[in-house]
């Protein structure tokens, strides 16, 4: 049974920066796919980041609209995966959820529908 954890969101303001945390339990594949998804108020749910180990490789994938501001990381060991936060914006005011897939990965990693595995959600609140 796979369950994931979510900490650290919170309030910040206009231009700061936060750190999601997520750890996973009975949840484990040395080929990966997890992130983060938000909704905000009245807002459809929105693919945010997502990271993806592959046999080879390790691929990240960004919403445009965090792009060059927020990273995706995770922590092997751990089992932990982390969303850097920095220049936030009202408009990433949100609930945060952390999520996770089961291999094989065929779906597109922005389709929320295909990710069985959602955290409890972490609110951010960006302020002036």
């Known amino acids: 049974h796979a369950e994931l954890v979510e900490s650290g969101g919170g309030s910040v303001q206009i231009g700061g920066s936060l750190r999601l945390s997520c750890v996973a339990s009975g949840w484990n594949y040395k080929r990966k796919r997890w992130g983060w998804f938000r909704q905000g108020r009245g807002i459809e749910r929105e693919a945010v980041a997502i990271?993806?180990?592959?046999?080879?490789?390790?691929?990240?994938y960004y919403a445009d609209s965090v792009k060059g501001r927020f990273t995706v990381s995770q922590d092997n060991a751990k089992n932990m995966v982390f969303l850097q936060m920095n220049s936030v914006k009202p408009e990433d005011t949100a609930t945060y959820y952390c999520?996770?897939?089961?291999?094989?990965?065929?779906?597109?990693?922005?389709?929320?529908?295909?990710?069985?595995?959602w955290g409890q959600g972490t609110q951010v609140t960006v302020s002036s």
């Open positions: 990271i993806y180990n592959s046999q080879d490789s390790t691929n990240t």
């Open positions: 999520v996770a897939d089961d291999p094989p990965y065929y779906s597109a990693w922005y389709n929320g529908d295909k990710y069985p595995y």
